[in-house]
Structures are given as structure tokens and as C-alpha cells.
């Protein structure tokens, strides 16, 4: 069965704990920069220790050892995934691989769902780009480097699965036919997306900006177990 992550997009602590009070005790959760900027490690380990599996959404991008540190140090906060930058190259990611010891996934990012084909061809300085091509080269790349998986959005499932394998496949961009898609350009409900391969989703405003978050979460959580079931 697929896991879905509750993404933390909340701007302080206080916040996020208001969201978690109305969710079901333990549920996986995704924190990334900005929260994890406002709140510190701290609270990082206070998730952990109350039960919460922790996806650390920081998307490293850096020189090995400066990202060896970093997986490192999530590995001591008790983190049970974090995501690289796949652009980081080879070197980065089996780095970022090495120093989880195992005791963490390292998911590359391979192009962010906020990205169209435009957008990212000037990016990388070339005219044209195919968005589903990139992705499975990219992943490709960083599975021979050493990661655990990768991120993509559910538009390219079809393109890394044969990649990455018994890897993880973890989809943002989740949206169910009602919810507003924000600044996200290529989405999928979470029956799709777990039928095409994905083992982790990750939904963030649709159940934290939701009237009743706890009912939204259990909306995903059936829609994730209709998929395969």
C-alpha cells in the first residue's frame, strides 16, 4: 500500500502542531524549508518522538560533503526520508547515500511540479526540452548513483518506473477532482497515481487548508486504498 504524507507547508510550529491535533495520532508527515527554517531541529525530533515518520523535504543541492553532512544530520534528528536534488550529479547523490547508512531514504528530485516544458528548457539553456525524457534520465542517473528513489510528478510515473524498480516513487502534486491545483501544474488524484506506480503520496493544502482536515485525510487515505484494492 502506498503512504501518504501530510506536507507541514505551515509557517511556524504552533501552526503545524494545530494541524496535527485534528489528524490521526502518528501519520506520516513531510516538513520542508520554510517550516523547517521557523522551527527548528527541535521540533523536527519532537515529531519523531511522538510517533511521526518525518519526510524532510530540504531538496540538498550542494557539494558532497556539505550534503553528507546534512544526511547525517538527519539521520541523528531520527528522519525517515529526505530528498537531494538529482541536478546535484553523481558525486551528490552517493554521498547523500553513504551517509544514511541505511537508516534513511535518499529520494532524488528529478524535475519540480511547478516546472512546464518552457519554463525549464530556458533553465537548463536549451530551446526545447521533453519533460518525461529529463525525468527518466535524471532518474536513471540517480538510482545508479545510489538513491533510494525518486520524486516526480504522477505525469511521469510511466517514465521512471521500469528506473527505479523496488525504489520509492514519492508524488507531490495530489489533488482529488475538487481541490484547487495552486502553484501546481502537473497533478493526479491519489486512485491514479497509486495505480501507476506510486509508493508514497504527498498532500499538503488539500488537507491542511481543508474545512475539516482529519475528513480530508481519511479521503486520501481511501481514495490510496481503493487504488490497489
Known sequence: MSELHVALDLPDAPSAV???DLLPDRCPVKVGSVLMTKAG???IRSLVANGHPVFLDLKWHDIPSTVRGAVEAAVDLG???VTVHALGGPAMIEAAA???QGRLAVVAVTVLTSHEPAGFAILTGR???DLRQEVSRLAQMAMAAGASGVVCSAEELAAVAGVV???RIVVPGIRRAEDALADQTRVATPEAAVAAGATDLVVGRPITAAEDPK???EAFLSATRTAVG
Open 18 to 20: 494545530a494541524i496535527l
Open 127 to 129: 530551446s526545447e526540452v
Open 165 to 167: 524498480g523496488t525504489g
Open 41 to 43: 531541529s527541535g521540533f
Open 98 to 100: 553513504k551517509a544514511s
Open 215 to 217: 475528513v480530508a485525510y
Open 79 to 81: 528522519a525517515s526520508m
